[in-house]
């Protein structure tokens, strides 16, 4: 079939999508929602059997949806409507919930079912995490069984639709609904009402007496409440890396992310307000609270972005190494953390050593939000906290890249973009779950040349050609297809809570393996012989000269794609790599209906 993706952006489910249909071998081509003009233009030179709607802010223009059958995803339930789906279903606290495929009409969201699949809702997952787990895992299910019924030609589906489930219209979720009152919420509350609001809209409170709005809450331990009994809730008690913690009616909070919110005379100014951390947004107030560290290798119920475990037997352990960082992004400050607990594990007595990484993203590379707003810090600049993060970035990589004594492995649990899978690279072995998705390049950042070390791990994976190609092209990769293409090892599990098991197992037996010692030293052996040949030191000054240029130079592309994707304005076209119904002499023009 010839599928249109008609969506506001490229976001993580349409990519999931775009790969799942270019693998059932549908020519699929991409417009993002700019107007309906464009839109129109789309349909007209693509001629698509169907216009599927994975994420779309706006109408799908009447003229449209009469000619071509278009079906729109709807995280919610069969029934259910309006633009709050997810959030309302996490503030009631459903355990079940849905994604339905449905026809455009012209009343939003009342078309014809034409399947919907459900899913069960993960405690104490935010809004955010269960789009991109649960919902675009349904989303998929959803969409293959919706065009399974489509008749070509037809604006029907080949048999009525069996709707059990039944929602209703919801609205818009105000503030008001979301409101966090500290003197009567508990923890579980807190948590739930932030969890809901969680990407955006956020919820708006207030910190050091100024508004803005909570992202990224996590429930502190016990034993760190009883040493704040006393206070009264609302208080803010002790800082912890990114986060500052809060209490609550029955327990505290720690609070990782916050967006300034514009006061009425900033109002012209309100789309200028980043997301990011407290400890940064604040740092003046946040210093002088107390610090409460942890230890890399914690309790469970203990909260950081960092966390170390072991695994197995003495001679046959495994490591393994969470690093949560919020997004995926990592901060010069997260670099460094991470460089220095891959220092750590080296005095541990382990035989493999895992990169969990985070479990919605592995990671995403360099923080691009905090390098904005270096350029309102006096005597910073977006250049200059560019360099400084990705020296950083490639700091944590080499520590990998050297870790010669132990066999690495990368296990994605979640998506990985640009310098994100060239740290996952970095490793010996590196697994994802079925349903993750790469984006392995640069270049969408405003031409960015990147660097973590990929000149040297790319073609060692994939040859100079291949490694040339994939980064030219700027297409997401899933990851059963990143495994026939040579960038991943293996690719197993339907989700994360799966994989990571199967990762572990895995792990297990290779730390046992009668042969690891003979792996280890071939390892040894072909790094030595890489670096006799070209030290790491070459690839990463060849590497950081080009990105001087991007960060310092004359052409600004990058500081411009920057500033678009941290303030998320709206496309003016979409990329010409996704469009193919541009690329009219390539294979995917429409037949000649003679
Ligand atoms: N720095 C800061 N924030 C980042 C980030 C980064 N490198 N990558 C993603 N984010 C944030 C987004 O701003 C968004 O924030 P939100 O909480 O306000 O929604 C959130 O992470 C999710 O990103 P989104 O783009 O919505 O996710 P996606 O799954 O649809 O797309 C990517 C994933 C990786 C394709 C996309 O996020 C991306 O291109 N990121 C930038 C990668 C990059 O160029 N890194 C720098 C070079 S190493």
Redesign the pocket.
């Known amino acids: 079939m010839r599928i249109l993706l008609l969506t506001h ?1 490229f ?2 489910l349409t ?1 999931r999508l775009f790969g799942v249909l270019r693998a059932q071998g549908h020519t699929v081509s991409v417009e993002l929602d700019i107007a309906d003009s464009v839109a129109q233009e789309a349909v007209d030179l693509f001629q698509p059997d169907v216009v599927l709607a994975p994420f779309l802010k706006r109408r799908i223009p009447e003229g449209i949806w009469r000619k071509v059958v278009c079906l729109v995803v709807h995280p919610g339930i069969p029934g259910d409507r309006g633009p709050s789906a997810l959030d309302w279903a996490l503030m009631r606290g459903d355990e079940y919930w849905g994604v339905t495929v449905l026809q455009a009409v012209e009343e939003m969201d009342a078309g014809e079912v034409w399947a919907w699949q459900h899913l069960v809702m993960r405690p104490g997952a935010t809004k ?1 995490s269960l789009y ?1 787990r649960e919902v675009t895992n349904a989303a998929v299910q959803a969409v293959l069984h919706a065009l399974e019924r489509f008749v070509p030609g037809s604006l029907q589906p080949n048999q009525p639709s069996h709707t059990t489930a039944t929602g209703s219209w919801n609205s818009l979720m105000p503030q008001t609904t979301r409101r966090i009152d500290w003197a009567v919420d508990s923890t579980a509350t807190v948590l739930q009402k932030i969890a809901a609001a969680d ?2 809209p956020g919820v708006l409170d207030a910190l050091f007496d100024q508004p803005c709005r909570l ?1 990224d809450a996590h429930a502190a331990s016990p034993a760190l409440v009883a040493q704040f009994a006393s206070a009264a809730p609302g208080t803010l008690l002790a800082r912890r890396g990114p986060a500052v913690l809060r209490r609550t009616l029955d327990g505290a909070v720690w609070i990782g992310h916050v967006r300034l919110e514009a006061t009425p005379s900033q109002q012209a100014a309100s789309d200028n307000m980043l ?1 990011l951390s407290v400890a940064q947004v604040f740092s003046g107030h946040v210093a002088p609270l107390l610090e409460a560290p942890v230890a890399l290798m914690h309790d469970a119920d203990e909260w950081d972005e960092l966390c170390y475990r072991e695994f197995g037997p003495e001679g046959a352990r495994v490591g393994w190494l969470d690093f949560e960082f919020h ?3 990592m901060s010069e400050r997260q670099c460094l953390r991470l460089r220095d607990a891959l220092r750590w594990v080296r005095t541990r007595p382990t035989q493999v050593q895992v990169l969990a990484g985070g479990q919605d993203f592995f990671s ?6 905090a390098i904005e707003a270096a350029q309102r810090v006096a005597g910073d600049s977006a250049a200059d906290a560019s360099w400084r993060n990705i020296n950083a970035m490639n700091d944590a990589t080499l520590e990998l890249l050297t870790l010669t004594d132990r066999i690495t492995v990368a296990a994605l649990h979640g ?1 990985a ?4 899978c060239f740290l996952a690279l970095a490793a010996d072995v590196v697994w994802a779950h079925e349903g993750v998705v790469l ?1 392995p390049h ?1 270049k ?2 405003g031409n ?1 040349y ?1 660097s973590e070390y990929w000149t040297y791990s790319l073609p060692r994976r994939l040859g100079e050609a291949a490694s040339l190609a994939l980064m030219q092209q700027r297409l997401p990769l899933s990851a059963p297809d990143a495994v026939t293409s040579g960038l991943l090892d293996d690719c197993f599990g339907a989700d994360a809570e799966v994989f990571s098991a199967q990762v572990l197992a895995r792990c297990l037996t290779l730390a046992g393996a009668p042969d690891l010692a003979q792996r280890i030293k071939a390892k040894q052996a072909q790094r030595e012989h890489d670096e006799m040949h070209k030290p790491l030191a070459t690839y990463r000054d060849e590497e950081l000269t080009r990105m001087k240029r991007n960060f310092y130079g004359f052409d600004p592309s990058y500081h411009v794609a920057r500033h678009h ?2 303030f998320r304005k709206p496309h003016a076209w979409t990329p010409r790599h996704l469009a193919l119904h541009h690329d009219l002499t390539s294979a995917s023009t429409p037949p000649n209906p003679a």
């Not at 995403?364 to 939000?369: D, R, S, V």
């Not at 973009?417 to 994100?420: I, T």
């Open positions: 952006s976001n993580s990519q955010s991109r990407g955006s992202f997301k997004n995926g992004a995403n590379g360099i923080h691009l939000h998506n973009g640009a310098g994100g984006n640069y969408n950042m960015l990147g994707f941290v």
